[in-house]
């Protein structure tokens, strides 16, 4: 990212509106590449760019930036304030969206996508929404500069269905850093909720019907001799998605944690599930191995791509198969401390400077 020479700053504004969002995978995204950037802008190797966050009012998250700048403008929100005021605000300048979603008339813009979920398992999502994002993707297909998204999976189903990205589409894993460095773990949470550690089984995500939890059930409901709580994290928006219909009594549902919670989880698990029918990357399972815990993971979209051979792979649509995966692991304590040793060090390798440098590139090339 190092600089040649002194340069005149450009003046590049990002779609803040994640900022009035609860933060899920994709926010979680915006927030630290932005860190990485700030970051970069601190050591020095980025002097040339004045980077400000465009937000509407209401915001619920404050990141600390030492030199992006946040600045609230406009009196809208949500969808109306990102398709009428942005691209007012934002006129004749690079705009960067991290979300999936961009004001549909700005030329001048990246957008990330992160999957195409909304068109490949369009049975997890409102119709409404599905609707909007369609409009959305179609639009940003053909207008904007520059795509980013986060795996070759992502790319192949991108181009399958807006062949007019062709050209102008990046791959840009995404980075752990987030969870090796200044969360600290709340351990709290165990004794809040009497889970005792190493003796559950966890699982997270937001509860969308893809992410498919419902094997989880399925498999609870079976002749299992699994010894371990099932503990399953993350919160429900039935603005986005459709009900998942889990009914088992044993499965303890946590809802939205903090991050310092989250950590404790991953840290004290016995093993983690990912059992997600659809992911465009799949953050958690690395947010899990980064804490030295096995991950058993299903055979689908982008999963294998980012996991590779640190992870035990099973159907996600085969309870059974979930099950024997699941006993394998609890039988065999060699396989046990190999999945942790792997996963640490596969997890590792994905950084959010390696991120950040990829959209400085896209930036310095649009701008």
């Not at 927030?31 to 509407?56: A, H, M, Q, V, Y």
């Not at 979920?117 to 049975?123: C, F, K, S, T, Y």
């Not at 429900?236 to 939205?256: A, C, D």
């Amino acid at each position: 990212m190092l600089i040649e020479g002194e340069k005149m700053k450009k003046k590049i504004y990002i779609n803040g509106r994640f900022l009035t969002q609860t933060v899920t995978g994709v926010q979680r995204v915006a927030t630290e590449i932005l860190s990485e950037l700030d970051k970069e802008i601190s050591r020095g190797n980025i002097k040339d760019l004045d980077i400000i966050i465009l937000s509407p009012s209401k915001i619920i998250q404050v990141p600390r930036f030492r030199h992006i700048k946040i600045k609230k403008v406009g009196i809208l929100k949500g969808q109306l304030w990102e398709q009428i005021e942005l691209p007012i605000y934002t006129r004749g300048k690079l705009l960067v969206n991290f979300c999936n979603t961009a004001p549909v008339l700005k030329k001048k813009q990246i957008v990330y996508v992160h999957d195409t979920a909304i068109l490949d398992v369009p049975e997890g999502f409102s119709d409404t929404f599905i609707k909007l994002y369609k409009f959305i993707f179609s639009c940003v297909s053909r207008r904007s500069l520059h795509i980013i998204t986060v795996s070759n999976f992502s790319k192949c189903q991108l181009l399958k269905h807006y062949p007019k990205m062709k050209g102008k589409i990046t791959v840009s894993h995404l980075g752990m850093e987030h969870f090796k460095n200044g969360i600290i773990p709340d351990n709290s949470v165990l004794e809040k909720n009497n889970i005792k550690s190493k003796q559950f089984i966890l699982a997270v995500s937001s509860a969308n019907p893809n992410k498919n939890f419902q094997v989880i059930d399925d498999m609870l409901s079976m002749n299992n001799k699994i010894n371990k709580d099932i503990v399953i994290v993350g919160s429900l928006s039935t603005k986005v998605f459709k009900q998942e219909s889990i009914t088992n009594s044993s499965i303890k549902r946590l809802g939205y944690v903090t991050d310092e919670e989250l950590k404790a989880l991953y840290k004290h698990a016995y093993l983690f599930i990912f059992p997600s029918k659809y992911e465009g990357f799949g953050l958690p399972p690395l947010e899990a191995m980064i804490q030295g815990t096995p991950v058993i993971a299903a055979r689908s979209a982008s999963i294998p791509e980012v996991l590779e051979d640190n992870a035990v792979y099973f159907d996600n649509t085969n309870p059974k198969e979930l099950n024997e995966k699941i006993n394998e692991i609890i039988q065999n304590e060699e396989l046990q401390i190999i999945l942790s040793q792997k996963g640490r060090v596969h997890a590792d390798k994905f950084s959010w400077n390696n991120t950040a440098s990829i959209l400085y590139k896209k930036i310095s090339k649009y701008s």
